[in-house]
């Protein structure tokens, strides 16, 4: 899906670079772009017998390297518009021999990347400590950002440090939130191919961000509604909802199901074909109907007497749903648990309804005649009309829901254990 988001996005840059490499052993040199801690293959580039080279193709904005051989290289970056720029180095140590004879953006790049290795040479030559050489980059930094702020490249560079230093989190995490994604530069293209953005989703998702479903609702808001390159936001959209999609955390379907219904129901995610596209609709439109906190779907079934039950029937302070399917070994080693769990929580007012899954029902009444499951049992096999099997994502067995005195989802696809909580701490 991320892969796609990528290359079929536009934002291509007009940008023309060319330069010279004297003495170039190879005849064709590799143009890589940064993705997160990554390199990855861009393209090949042919080296005139005089070392000229020059890029024929247009290429999406961000941090390149040109890579003549191994361990011969140099970084530069491709802006989204701007003058043509030139270079000139001399093979080998084509990094430490490069200069830019024209263009401001690749200028401003080298003499930060200079400035870097100088004081890295310090601090190895014991001239300069850790600690000073941070403090002697740092103020370097600031006054080159603004000295270049109308640069590309000072707008990926800043991004680097993207926690706003004037928010509290604690105190205004939305707020916090909205700067540290400006920060991020998410209106710069060029920021997609560079490590920083990839680097700073991670931190945000992994570390910073408190792995709520209510809590992802609201940031999907503030993210979204910032002004965002369109590069940026496909980006973001693909790693959102496919994190969201995979997450193992109990309600994350809240903002997977957010997500798509704000950007692939309406043709945002164009890099989805049509099978791909339609699973994640159909996905997100069963799930849509099992969110934590909604109502459970109200539905209609058989009893193992054969009498017609529906959902709405059973009163009580806690209704554990149980789909289900008497040859699933998985289920088999559930149901124990389940029974434990009913016996339990009985005197507080635990019912359990469990729904076969099975259109064969043999095994199912057998089951039941040797286990003796003293709760509510049903099937329903009319597939004349809408069953649960509309209602409910049932994607494996047994998928398992706890609803409250008013029907609505409390928790669901836990272990069985893991429900205890839920009734022990209810006011």
Not at 44 to 67: C, N, Q, R
Not at 80 to 107: C, H, I
Not at 385 to 414: C, G, M, V, W
Request: charged share 25%; with cysteine.
């Amino acid at each position: 899906m991320l892969a796609l988001a990528l290359t079929c996005a536009g934002g291509i840059s007009a940008q023309v670079i060319h330069g010279q490499i004297k003495n170039c052993p190879n005849q064709w040199v590799k143009l890589a772009y940064f993705y997160g801690q990554d390199r990855l293959l861009e393209d090949s580039i042919h080296v005139e017998k005089d070392g000229h080279v020059a890029f024929t193709k247009t290429y999406p904005p961000g941090l390149y390297s040109l890579v003549i051989d191994d361990g011969e290289y140099f970084d530069l970056i491709i802006p989204k518009k701007g003058p043509a720029e030139s270079f000139s180095t001399r093979y080998p140590e084509v990094a430490k021999n490069l200069t830019w004879t024209e263009g401001n953006e690749n200028r401003a790049f080298t003499v930060f990347q200079n400035k870097g290795d100088q004081i890295n040479e310090l601090v190895q030559e014991g001239q300069l400590t850790p600690e000073n050489a941070q403090g002697v980059f740092a103020s370097f930094e600031e006054g080159w950002l603004k000295e270049n702020s109308d640069l590309d490249i000072s707008k990926i560079i800043q991004a680097r440090n993207p926690q706003p230093k004037d928010v509290d989190i604690n105190k205004a995490f939305r707020n916090w939130t909205r700067e540290y994604w400006k920060n991020t530069a998410v209106m710069e293209p060029g920021i997609v191919r560079s490590p920083f953005l990839q680097l700073n989703y991670a931190a945000y998702f992994d570390k910073i961000c408190p792995q709520n479903p209510d809590t992802l609702l609201a940031v999907i808001d503030i993210l979204y509604d910032l002004e965002m390159d369109t590069l940026v936001r496909n980006y973001l959209v693909a790693k959102m909802t496919q994190r969201f999609e995979s997450s193992k955390i109990m309600g994350m379907d809240k903002p997977f199901v957010k997500m798509v219904d704000l950007f692939y129901k309406n043709g945002v995610a164009y890099w989805e074909n049509e099978e791909a596209l339609g699973k994640i609709l159909d996905k997100a439109n069963e799930l849509s109907w099992n969110l934590i906190g909604s109502k459970a779907p109200i539905f209609s079934f058989i009893d193992e007497k054969g009498t017609p039950r529906s959902l709405s029937q059973i009163q009580s302070p806690y209704v554990l749903l149980v789909f289900w399917d008497a040859t699933c070994s998985h289920c088999k080693k559930t149901l124990p648990e389940v029974v434990d769990f009913y016996n339990a929580n009985r005197s507080m007012g635990l019912e359990v309804v469990a729904i076969t899954v099975e259109t064969e029902l043999n095994e199912w009444r057998k089951y039941l005649a040797e286990q003796k499951l003293l709760w509510v049992n049903g099937f329903d096999n009319d597939f004349s009309k809408q069953t649960f099997r509309h209602y409910y994502y049932i994607p494996t067995t047994p998928t398992t829901l706890l609803l409250d005195s008013e029907q609505r989802i409390l928790a669901k696809n836990l272990k069985i254990a893991d429900y205890q909580q839920f009734i022990t701490e209810q006011p």
